[in-house]
């Protein structure tokens, strides 16, 4: 069975601070993908990243950066130095089949000035 | 640059009609899928296929049907509304989300339903 766990249903930070998100899985496939999406309070869902089950580097683009431990099985992300635009629902997802994606229930990160 | 386009993006419907959501992409992409979101479940699939004529269930495809005649268009059917499919539906496209290609899934803008 797949599933991904986000345990934090709502973090509240001031902002400058950093914060780290949670994303654990469960899968029985040996090759597998993983993202985070954004969803900003209008709405859409932004693609963040995606990193396939054989790249542990971690990676970092400005001030988010992704820590992936397959030994673990997490997939955390981290904001530096939060903004208030950083304010949304933050979900982390593991491809099913390569076609589908299964979600996390999301974190919905507050960004307070 | 169209991408995914959903419509409608707000309905109401009263218990017992039906209503067709509509979902097209002009990226020719042959993996398309349906999701509902509701609060604190996250996003949970549907239905989905892997190309014109192919469809398959996901978690919660009780009340919603789905056919694939083209490439581009992939609509969902509520055949009885219930208040439990009061939700907010995304419709997704992709090339495939696995392989070398640096492929991710591309999202509509939702459809916020509701079924009184």
């Known amino acids: 069975a797949q599933k991904v766990t986000q345990a934090q249903t709502e973090i509240s930070v001031v902002e400058k601070e950093d914060v780290t998100l949670d994303c654990v899985y469960e899968?029985?496939?040996?090759?597998?993908?993983l993202f985070w999406y954004k969803q900003p309070p209008s709405g859409e869902l932004v693609f963040l990243i995606r990193?396939?089950?054989?790249?542990?580097q971690n990676e970092i683009s400005g001030r988010y950066s992704w820590n992936f431990q397959k030994s673990t099985s997490s997939f955390n992300f981290t904001i530096t130095a939060s903004q208030v635009v950083d304010s949304a629902v933050y979900f982390c997802?593991?491809?099913?089949?390569?076609?589908?994606?299964?979600f996390g229930k999301g974190t919905m990160l507050l960004v307070s000035p | 640059n169209a991408g995914v386009t959903q419509t409608p993006k707000f309905q109401v419907l009263k218990t017992g009609q039906s209503m067709t959501l509509q979902c097209a992409q002009d990226m020719n992409h042959e993996y398309m899928s349906w999701y509902r979101q509701d609060p604190g479940m996250g996003l949970r699939l549907i239905h989905y296929s892997v190309g014109a004529g192919i469809t398959d269930q996901g978690e919660v495809p009780n009340g919603y049907n789905v056919s694939r005649s083209t490439t581009e268009d992939f609509p969902l059917r509520l055949l009885s509304a219930a208040p439990s499919q009061t939700s907010v539906y995304f419709c997704a496209s992709s090339y495939g989300l696995g392989g070398v290609q640096n492929t991710e899934a591309f999202f509509g803008q939702g459809t916020r339903l509701t079924v009184v």
């Open positions: 899968t029985r496939d040996t090759t597998y993908y």
């Open positions: 997802a593991l491809t099913w089949g390569y076609s589908t994606l299964t």
């Open positions: 990193r396939n089950s054989f790249d542990e």
